[in-house]
T-cell receptor, first 114, second 113 residues
Framework: ETGVTQSPTHLIKTRGQQVTLRCSSQSGHNTVSWYQQALGQGPQFIFQYYREEENGRGNFPPRFSGLQFPNYSSELNVNALELDDSALYLC?????????????FGPGTRLTVT | AQSVTQLDSQVPVFEEAPVELRCNYSSSVSVYLFWYVQYPNQGLQLLLKYLSGSTLVKGINGFEAEFNKSQTSFHLRKPSVHISDTAEYFCAVTTDSWGKLQFGAGTQVVVTP
């Protein structure tokens, strides 16, 4: 059983640029959540996708957007990058509502904005 | 809205000594509680969870936690730590059946010989 994978592992962008991060969910999981983990802090919920529809959003501006594809993989897009967007971005998948509430996390993508 | 407070940012501990990591939460509705561990340069791994039932929850790697509703706490314990337990530990809560998690700020555990 393949776990949650994310790509790329690391990337460096310049302020004002746009970035796309990718996540492949664990086999059989139809729900994907994205979290931002700034250095020295706990992860913050960005949004969740269920069967290609957004299913809840945290306190993040609209320049953070996402997609989920029919195979349940997902993308996180961030426009107009700011220095404070530098963080570890974590993707988590789960089998769906009421599924013991457990999230399975990927290794993350480390984004540095200069 | 709910919130999570981890009372210690860093806990130094000697190998084979016990450790307790403290977590308090606030919520106006019933919660589901989790402890995750993050090793350097890795994602999060679930240690244990409380959904309902027995308030003493046992997890992986010898960890356990106790849910205390009256004190709104969910402290994590291990009776004897190993060097390999050096990591960051996060307490998390959700009131959502979809599992959207709110995390505490984390506790860094440093185990020394």
């Amino acid at each position: 059983e393949t776990g949650v994978t994310q790509s790329p592992t690391h990337l460096i962008k310049t302020r004002g640029q746009q970035v796309t991060l990718r996540c492949s969910s664990q086999s059989g999981h139809n729900t994907v959540s994205w979290y931002q983990q700034a250095l020295g802090q706990g992860p913050q919920f960005i949004f969740q996708y269920y069967r290609e529809e957004e299913n809840g959003r945290g306190n993040f501006p609209p320049r953070f957007s996402g997609l989920q594809f029919p195979n349940y993989s997902s993308e996180l897009n961030v426009n107009a990058l700011e220095l404070d967007d530098s963080a570890l971005y974590l993707c988590a998948s789960s089998p769906g509502v009421g599924s013991s509430y457990e999230q399975y996390f990927g290794p993350g993508t480390r984004l540095t904005v200069t | 809205a709910q919130s999570v407070t981890q009372l210690d940012s860093q806990v130094p501990v000697f190998e084979e000594a016990p450790v307790e990591l403290r977590c308090n939460y606030s919520s106006s509705v019933s919660v589901y509680l989790f402890w995750y561990v993050q090793y350097p340069n890795q994602g999060l791994q679930l240690l244990l969870k409380y959904l309902s039932g027995s308030t003493l929850v046992k997890g992986i790697n010898g960890f356990e936690a106790e849910f205390n509703k009256s004190q709104t706490s969910f402290h994590l314990r291990k009776p004897s730590v190993h060097i390999s337990d050096t990591a960051e530990y996060f307490c998390a809560v959700t009131t959502d059946s979809w599992g959207k998690l709110q995390f505490g700020a984390g506790t860094q555990v440093v185990v020394t010989p």
